[in-house]
């Protein structure tokens, strides 16, 4: 298993553990006939090779360290595009993500329009929520953490730089500057990618388990 496989897991089985049982036994999530849009499998092939594109990139700059050589002699085009294609990437994986709420989250239950969605709205409004007892079923920090609303933020509107170190940095909401070197945007690549595999798989098995297997087995890189 690779570092980012087992980055995958780790997410996967958070996500899977806390989040989507508190969704489904809410009776918040809803089903969709049009959850597997014929364009999504194809979107997440592009993605696939995306993330391939990222492992030989890093693969050439394990290799230079390891050879003796330090970040600041690492082919700088070479590093700029490496991280150009893991923020796409994640870009992507947070587009399908967004559109998987937007659609799939029972709007009407959090007292949310089906009126073009904001899915930092959806977020707020689902800590809101509150079970049969009055009790709240998500807290709101935790959410935008898991969910990295702040990074999020960023990326929708293209709020973003590379530093003086050629690192991704972008700055929160509450103005805060953040910077990832590789090894940390790709961590938060793989936070998303997770997220994405445990919904979809977790959605299908609920929602249309009599075609879990077939789907499973057409389109390997939707399911976790």
């Known amino acids: 298993m690779t570092g980012y496989e087992e980055l995958l897991k780790v997410s996967i089985e958070k996500f899977e553990s806390e989040i989507f ?6 009776k918040l999530i809803k089903k969709n006939v049009e959850f597997f ?9 592009r993605l696939e090779i995306q993330k391939v594109s990222v492992e030989r990139k890093i693969s050439l700059l394990h290799a230079h360290i390891d050879n003796g050589g330090g970040l600041e002699s690492f082919d700088e085009s070479v ?5 150009f294609v893991l923020v796409h990437t994640m870009f992507g994986y947070f587009q399908i993500f967004k559109s998987h709420l937007a659609y799939c989250v029972d709007l009407s239950k959090i007292n949310m329009s089906e009126n073009d969605p904001k899915f930092d709205q959806i977020v707020k409004k689902l ?15 935790g959410l935008r953490k898991f969910f990295n ?10 709020l973003w730089w590379l530093n003086e170190n050629l690192e991704f940095t972008f700055e929160e909401i509450d103005g805060t500057v953040i910077s990832f070197n590789i090894g940390e945007l790709q961590e938060e690549l793989a936070a ?21 297997e077939n789907m499973k087995h057409s389109y390997p890189n939707l399911f976790g």
């Open 37 to 45: 849009h014929n364009s999504f499998p194809k979107i997440a092939d």
């Open 79 to 83: 590093l700029k595009d490496l991280t």
């Open 149 to 158: 609303l702040d990074l999020i933020h960023a990326l929708e509107r293209d």
């Open 21 to 26: 049982p508190l969704l489904l036994d809410n």
């Open 192 to 212: 998303i990618n997770a997220i994405v595999l445990g919904f979809t798989e977790n959605y299908v098995k609920n929602f249309d388990g009599a075609n879990y």
């Open 127 to 141: 800590s809101e929520f509150k079970n049969h007892d009055g009790g709240l079923v998500f807290y709101y920090d």
